[in-house]
């Protein structure tokens, strides 16, 4: 059984930084794309950043130039650099990467969300 389990939340005053990480584990056989997603109150979920297994990255526009995808393939891991938060970063962020297990069959996982709270 593969699963995802993200770290890192927390409650951050605007202009803050933190870095979320995501743990794939279980019976792997390869990860193609990592990535981060998150959910605002109210609001639908929507992507933040994605890597492929060749560290290429995408980014929404409102996520260029304040935060940083990367992942460790060594230890299964993506990670999200977040920097100069604002209030509207308020929300749950979701890990997702596309794995190949053991049994042959690839699907998309996520994790359960860290929840980043971004208030003063």
């Known amino acids: 059984q593969v699963q995802l389990v993200e770290s890192g939340g927390g409650l951050v005053q605007p202009g803050g930084s933190l870095r979320l990480s995501c743990a794939a584990s279980g019976s792997i056989f390869s990860i193609n794309a990592m990535g981060w997603y998150r959910q605002a109150p109210g609001k639908e979920r929507e992507l933040v950043a994605t890597?492929?297994?060749?560290?290429?990255?995408n980014y929404a526009d409102s996520a260029k130039g304040r935060f940083t995808i990367s992942r460790d393939n060594t230890k299964n891991t993506v990670y999200l650099q977040v920097n100069s938060l604002k209030p509207e970063d308020t929300a749950v962020y979701y890990c997702?990467?596309?794995?190949?297990?053991?049994?042959?069959?690839?699907?998309?996982?996520w994790g359960k969300g860290t929840l980043v709270t971004v208030s003063s």
């Open positions: 890597v492929t297994s060749g560290g290429i990255t």
């Open positions: 997702n990467a596309h794995i190949w297990a053991m049994t042959g069959y690839s699907m998309n996982y």
